[in-house]
């Protein structure tokens, strides 16, 4: 199922963080990182509105998916990425990502389950079909959990957590998909989610996005040696969800 969301229109840019080698912006949910010959009829990306806004090029060096909001790092050199990613390939940059998923989480599980490339019908047309599975591992802390008494299929209540992901590795749609393995999908996923919760969640909150926020990326600057924490908040409308569940209400207890 595809994920096209109604067409939206981005304003400026908040920009989490700015040196002279790197800079992140809080990518909004529904925003593409970059142009896309599977999404044509777009006219917004965030590579592009970050080089207009700040008046120079920008490299990506990783990427968020276009319904996950979050940090999103660009370098601005072409050395400058080079370096950056290598600390990738190296795993030497923390992840960190919170997701509102159905169900109760447990406290804490660390998945390693292999995971085989998705891929798509159009891009990945002429791609092998028959590669093997990936190592994929990610650590999930169960931070909040929350019952409403309303009836959703065979059950007299709905239950929800909020889960902290932790991915050591990159693969596509890992945090998902795992999730999905240990029967958590992420609300607002409609690939790997639960149809009836997401649709609740659309007449109850109001919401219609992927519950995913990459709140975190943290690193050891390739030049200055310094720990280099960047954070992007939640957000008023996930916050107002997180006050209706019983939870903390305030950017700071995230």
């Known amino acids: 199922m595809n994920e096209r969301l109604a067409p939206v229109e981005f304003g400026e840019l908040e ?71 290598q600390l990738f390939i190296d795993n030497q940059i923390t992840k960190r990502y919170l997701a509102l998923v159905r169900g109760f989480a447990p406290e804490s599980v660390y998945l390693d389950k292999p995971l085989k490339e998705e891929l798509d019908k159009i891009a990945d047309k002429f791609a092998a079909q028959d590669k093997a599975a990936q190592e994929a591992q990610t650590q999930f802390n169960c931070l909040h959990q929350a019952t409403l008494p309303i009836p959703i299929g065979k059950y007299p209540t709905v239950r929800y957590s909020l889960v902290e992901c932790f991915p050591k590795t990159g693969r596509k749609h890992q945090i998902r998909r795992h999730l999905k393995h240990l029967s958590l999908p992420i609300i607002g996923d409609v690939n790997h989610g639960d149809n009836q919760h997401n649709q609740f969640f659309r007449d109850h909150f109001a919401l219609r996005r992927l519950m995913l926020f990459a709140t975190e990326l943290n690193f050891v600057h390739p030049y200055t040696q310094q720990l280099i924490k960047i954070k992007a908040p939640l957000g008023e409308a996930m916050l107002n969800i997180c006050t209706q569940l019983g939870w903390p209400n305030q950017e700071k207890d995230y």
């Open 15 to 85: 920009i989490l963080y700015r040196d002279e080698n790197y800079i992140a912006i809080n990518k909004p949910s529904g925003l593409l990182v970059h142009r896309s010959f599977l999404d044509k009829h777009e006219t917004q990306f965030a590579m592009q509105m970050l080089r207009d806004q700040i008046g120079q090029h920008v490299f990506p060096v990783h990427r968020l998916d276009r319904p996950t909001s979050g940090v999103l790092l660009f370098a601005l050199s072409s050395d400058a990425a080079r370096d950056i990613n």
